[in-house]
C-alpha cells in the first residue's frame, strides 16, 4: 500500500470540502454518526484545532 493508493480512497489534507462531501455519501445513505480519525502524534493537536474551526461547522450544515 502507498500514501497515493490511501489519498486516493479517502481524504487526506485540510481541504473541507473534500471531506465533507465523503462524509456526505454516509449521512445520505442515513448514517447519523461518522467518525473522523487523525492518526500522526505530534500532527493530534493542529487536526483538532482545524477540526473544531473549520470541519466541524461546515459538517453540521450537512
Same mark, same amino acid.
Not at 500514501?3 to 487526506?12: G, H, K, L
Not at 448514517?31 to 487536526?47: K, R
Given at each position: 500500500?502507498? !500514501?497515493?493508493?490511501?489519498?486516493?480512497?479517502? !481524504?487526506?489534507?485540510?481541504?473541507?470540502?473534500?471531506? #465533507?462531501?465523503?462524509?456526505?455519501?454516509?449521512?445520505?445513505?442515513?448514517?447519523?454518526? #461518522?467518525?473522523?480519525?487523525?492518526?500522526?502524534?505530534?500532527?493530534?493537536?493542529?487536526?483538532?484545532?482545524?477540526?473544531?474551526?473549520? &470541519? &466541524? !461547522?461546515?459538517?453540521?450544515?450537512?
Amino acid at each position: 500500500m502507498r !500514501p497515493e493508493d490511501v489519498a486516493a480512497s479517502i !481524504p487526506c489534507g485540510d481541504d473541507v470540502e473534500s471531506v #465533507v462531501e465523503a462524509v456526505r455519501a454516509f449521512t445520505d445513505a442515513g448514517f447519523t454518526e #461518522v467518525a473522523l480519525v487523525q492518526i500522526g502524534g505530534d500532527h493530534q493537536e493542529p487536526f483538532t484545532d482545524w477540526a473544531e474551526k473549520e &470541519l &466541524l !461547522p461546515a459538517l453540521r450544515e450537512l
